[in-house]
C-alpha cells in the first residue's frame, strides 16, 4: 500500500471551475432527500469505544448537509411523450474533490462531480447530449443502452478542447448509466467520468421518494487499489448526514456500480427488505436486502419502510463499509 | 623605527588578508539569495518537480486500554497533512495530541480510540490530505508498558540481569588470572581486544541499520560517523589524561586500572546501547523477553567482565569497591539504556549509542593492542596473542547465537 503518488500527481492539471456548469438540467424540485442540516444522535451511543456505528457529527465525512442534493435527487419523470428532445450538457473538467474527510482527489469530471449530473428522460424522447472537453485528457461519453455505433462513444474520441453531440432516441427503459470510453479505460474510469442514466418506461412508475446512488470507489494513492468507498462521491457523507424518507412513501433508489479495481460492491440494507429490479428493465424482481453488482451493473431497488427510526444501508464488503460506503436512512412518519 | 612600521605595516597587511576570507562567504551568500530570489525558474528550464512523496514516518505505534497511539513525523521538507486515519482498513476517528499539519521534521501523536484484539496483527494506516497512505504493519498487538513504578523497576532488573551481575561474575575471575606467566596474560588481554573488535563491529552493524530507517534529512551515515569519532576522540584524550596522572609519560601505554577503567567506559558505551535494543524492542511488542534470550544476554557478557579483569592481573591488588565501580560502569548503562528504549522514542539518540559504542570499543582495543604490544613477549605476533584475539571473537561469536 505504501507507495509514492507520482503517477496520478503527474497527471494532476488544475483545469478547475474553466467550464459552465450544468446547462441543459432540468432544476430538480427537491421530491425527497429532506437531509437535515443537524444531523441526529441517537441517544446512547458510545463513541468512545470506537466500535459504536458511526452517525451524525463524530462520523469523519466531507461536505455539508445538502452538498450531494443534485446527486441524489434525480430530475423527475416527464409523461411519455415520443419525439420530445431531451437535452444535456456535460462538460469535461480536471478538478480537486474532497472525497473523504481532509483527503482530496485529482478527478476526471463531467460537470464538476464524482459521479457526473443524473441524465434522466422517458423512453423515446429524442436524447441530445452536448459534450465539450476541457479536460486534459481525450475523452468520450459511453452510454449503456440501445443506439447506433457512431453514438457509443468508442469511436469517436473528443480531443481536450473539442466537443460532440450525442443523439439517440432513448431506450430501453431503466436504470442505464454513462461513462467515458477512452483508454486507458481503467484511469478514465476510476478518476470519476461516469454516472448515472435514468430511462422512464411509457406508464410512469408509481409515486415514490426517488435516490440515485452510484457506488464507487477511490484510489488517492495511484498503487491500483481503492483507498476509499463512497456512494455519490463523498466517504461516509450519509453517515454524518442521515438521508430523511417518509414510512408512508416507497423510497426508489436507482442503483449502479461504478467502482473501478474491485469486482463487485453491493447494497444492504438494515431492518428491512426491498424489490429489487434488476436493470430496471421488466417488471420481474426479486424480494430480498442484499443486492451485489458487478462494475457496470445496475438496478432500481423499492423499500417500503415497516418501522420508523435509524437503518443504516452499506456496502455488505465489511472493508468497503468501514473505508466510507455506508449511510442511513431517518424514517419518519 | 623603520623596521617597527615595516612590521606594524605586516601586521596590518595580515588583518586585510584575513579580511579578505569572509570574501567568498559574502559571495555564498549573496548568490544563495538570488538563486532562491529567482523562485523556480531554474527548475522550469529543465522540466518540472517531481510531487512531493507525502508519506509519514510513523516512528511508534502504542497500544492502551481501548487505545492506540500512533507517533508521525514529517520527513520531508513539504508540510505534510494527518487527513484520515485507519486501523485495519478501517476509517477511525481519531483525535491529535500536536500539530494537524505538520512541518518539516515535527511530529504529532494520533490518538484513536480502538479495542484492539491483543496478540493479533494490526496494521495502522496515516492518509496525507493528498491521499497517499503511510501503512505501518504491527506483528502483534501487546499493551505498550506505561512509566510507572513497577516497569522502571522492570527494566532495571533486566539491565542489572544483562549488565551488571554477568560483568561482575566476569570479574571474579581477577584472582585466578593473578601470577599467570607474561605470555598468557598477553592472552586474556587479546582475547579482551577480540571480544572488543567484536563489539565494534556488533555496534557499527547496529547504528548503520538504525541510521536507515531513519529521515534522510537526520543525517544518516554522516550521524554515525560522527558518533564513532567523537567518542573516539574522547576516549583518547581521556587515555591520556590517564596515562600522564598515573605517572607515566603522556603517551606511553595504560596500565593496570587505568587500562580497566578504559576497558569498563568502553564495554559500558556499548551495554548502553544493547539495554536500548533490548528496552525499545520490548516496548513495541517486537522482542520476547524470555528466560533464554535473558540467560543468552548473560552468558554472552560474563565475557566482557574478564575483559576488564585481564588488565589488573599484574601490578598492585585491587580493592573490592573498585571493583563494584567497574562492574557498574560496564554494566549499569544497560538499565539506562533500558530505560531509554522502553519509555521514550529517539530514534537519533538510539544511531548515536551504538555510534558511541563503536569508537569506544575501537579507541580501547588500540590501547589494548598498545598494551600488549608492550609487555607481552613475542608482542602482537606470539602466539599466544593471536590464539586469545581469535578465542575472543569467537567465543562472542557463540555466545552471540544465544540471543540471535
Not at chain 2, 556488533?202 to 560522527?226: H, I
Not at chain 2, 548503562?333 to 530505560?339: E, N, Q, R, S, T
Amino acid at each position: 500500500m505504501k507507495k509514492s503518488g507520482l503517477t496520478r500527481r503527474q497527471m494532476l492539471l488544475a483545469a478547475a471551475a474553466s467550464a459552465p456548469i450544468v446547462a441543459g438540467l432540468a432544476a430538480a424540485p427537491s421530491l425527497v432527500a429532506d437531509t437535515d442540516p443537524d444531523p441526529p444522535m441517537p441517544a446512547g451511543h458510545d463513541h468512545a469505544g470506537g466500535h459504536a456505528a458511526m452517525i451524525g457529527h463524530e462520523v469523519p465525512a466531507p461536505g455539508g448537509p445538502r452538498d450531494l442534493d443534485k446527486l441524489l435527487t434525480p430530475p423527475p419523470a416527464l409523461p411519455h411523450k415520443p419525439g420530445r428532445v431531451r437535452e444535456y450538457q456535460l462538460v469535461a473538467v480536471d478538478r480537486k474533490i474532497e472525497v473523504a474527510k481532509g483527503v482530496t482527489f485529482p478527478a476526471w469530471t463531467y460537470n464538476g462531480t464524482v459521479p457526473g449530473p443524473v441524465i434522466r428522460a422517458t423512453v423515446d424522447d429524442l436524447l441530445r447530449v452536448h459534450f465539450v472537453n476541457n479536460g486534459s485528457h481525450p475523452h468520450t461519453i459511453h452510454f449503456h443502452g440501445i443506439h447506433p455505433a457512431n453514438m457509443d462513444g468508442v469511436f469517436e474520441i473528443v480531443r481536450p478542447g473539442e466537443s460532440f453531440t450525442y443523439e439517440f432516441p432513448a431506450k430501453p427503459w431503466g436504470m442505464q448509466l454513462y461513462h467515458c470510453h477512452a483508454t486507458p479505460l481503467k484511469k478514465h474510469i476510476h478518476k470519476g467520468l461516469y454516472g448515472a442514466f435514468i430511462i422512464d418506461p411509457p406508464e410512469p412508475r408509481p409515486p415514490a421518494q426517488e435516490l440515485v446512488m452510484v457506488m464507487n470507489g477511490f484510489d488517492t494513492d495511484g498503487d491500483g487499489g481503492n483507498n476509499f468507498y463512497t456512494v455519490n462521491g463523498k466517504a461516509f457523507y450519509y453517515a454524518k448526514y442521515p438521508i430523511r424518507v417518509r414510512r408512508s412513501q416507497t423510497v426508489r433508489i436507482y442503483l449502479a456500480n461504478l467502482t473501478e479495481f474491485d469486482l463487485l460492491n453491493s447494497f444492504h440494507l438494515h431492518g428491512e427488505f426491498f424489490r429489487y429490479y434488476r436493470t430496471g428493465s421488466t417488471d420481474h424482481f426479486e424480494y430480498t436486502d442484499t443486492v451485489v453488482q458487478a462494475q457496470g451493473e445496475r438496478g432500481i431497488i423499492e423499500i417500503d419502510f415497516t418501522h420508523t427510526g435509524l437503518f443504516m444501508f452499506h456496502a455488505h464488503q465489511s472493508e468497503f463499509a468501514e473505508l466510507g460506503w455506508m449511510g442511513f436512512f431517518e424514517v419518519v412518519d | 623605527m623603520a623596521n617597527g612600521s615595516v612590521a606594524a605595516e605586516r601586521r596590518g597587511g595580515a588583518a586585510r588578508w584575513r579580511l579578505l576570507a569572509l570574501v567568498p562567504i559574502v559571495l555564498l551568500v549573496g548568490i544563495a539569495a538570488a538563486f532562491v530570489a529567482s523562485g523556480s525558474s531554474l527548475v522550469s528550464l529543465i522540466g518540472q518537480n517531481p510531487p512531493a512523496r507525502d508519506e509519514f514516518d510513523i516512528r511508534r505505534v502504542e497500544f492502551k486500554p481501548g487505545e492506540i497511539k500512533i507517533l508521525v513525523r514529517n520527513p520531508q521538507p513539504e508540510d505534510l497533512t494527518i487527513a484520515s486515519v485507519t486501523v485495519d482498513d478501517a476509517i477511525m476517528p481519531f483525535t491529535l495530541d500536536g500539530p494537524t499539519t505538520l512541518k518539516r521534521l515535527r511530529s504529532s501523536t494520533i490518538v484513536i480510540p480502538f479495542q484492539w484484539v491483543e496478540d493479533d496483527p494490526i496494521s495502522v494506516g496515516v492518509t496525507s490530505s493528498s491521499g497517499i497512505e503511510t501503512v505501518k504493519e504491527v506483528p502483534a498487538a501487546v499493551p505498550t508498558p506505561g512509566a510507572d513504578g513497577g516497569s522502571i523497576l522492570g527494566y532495571a532488573i533486566i539491565g542489572t540481569l544483562v549488565g551488571i551481575i554477568p560483568v561482575a561474575l566476569g570479574l571474579l575471575w581477577l584472582p585466578s588470572l593473578r601470577g599467570v606467566d607474561a605470555r598468557w596474560l598477553g592472552a586474556f588481554m587479546a582475547l579482551t581486544a577480540g571480544l572488543l573488535t567484536f563489539l565494534a563491529i556488533d555496534a557499527l552493524a547496529e547504528a548503520l541499520e538504525l541510521q536507515a530507517a531513519l529521515p534522510s534529512a537526520l543525517g544518516g551515515t554522516g550521524l554515525v560517523l560522527l558518533g564513532v569519532v567523537a567518542s573516539y576522540l574522547t576516549l583518547t584524550w581521556i587515555a591520556r589524561r590517564f596515562s600522564s596522572k598515573g605517572g607515566g609519560s603522556a603517551g606511553a601505554p595504560l596500565t593496570g586500572v587505568a587500562l580497566a577503567t578504559m576497558v569498563a567506559i568502553g564495554i559500558g558505551l556499548h551495554n548502553l546501547g544493547e539495554g536500548l535494543a533490548i528496552g525499545s524492542s520490548f516496548a513495541i511488542g517486537e522482542l520476547a523477553l524470555g528466560s533464554f534470550l535473558i540467560l543468552g544476554f548473560m552468558v554472552h557478557n560474563v565475557t566482557e567482565g574478564l575483559g576488564i579483569a585481564a588488565p589488573m592481573a599484574e601490578g598492585t591488588k585491587v580493592s573490592f569497591r573498585r571493583l563494584a565501580t567497574l562492574a557498574l560502569v560496564a554494566g549499569g548503562p544497560a538499565i539506562l539504556g533500558a530505560w531509554i528504549g522502553g519509555f521514550i522514542v529517539n530514534d537519533v539518540l538510539a544511531v548515536l549509542f551504538f555510534a558511541v559504542a563503536v569508537g569506544a570499543a575501537m579507541q580501547v582495543v588500540v590501547e589494548v593492542t598498545r598494551y600488549v604490544a608492550k609487555r607481552t613477549p613475542g608482542g602482537l605476533t606470539g602466539g599466544h596473542v593471536v590464539g586469545g584475539f581469535l578465542a575472543g571473537v569467537v567465543v562472542m561469536y557463540l555466545t552471540g547465537l544465544l540471543v540471535g
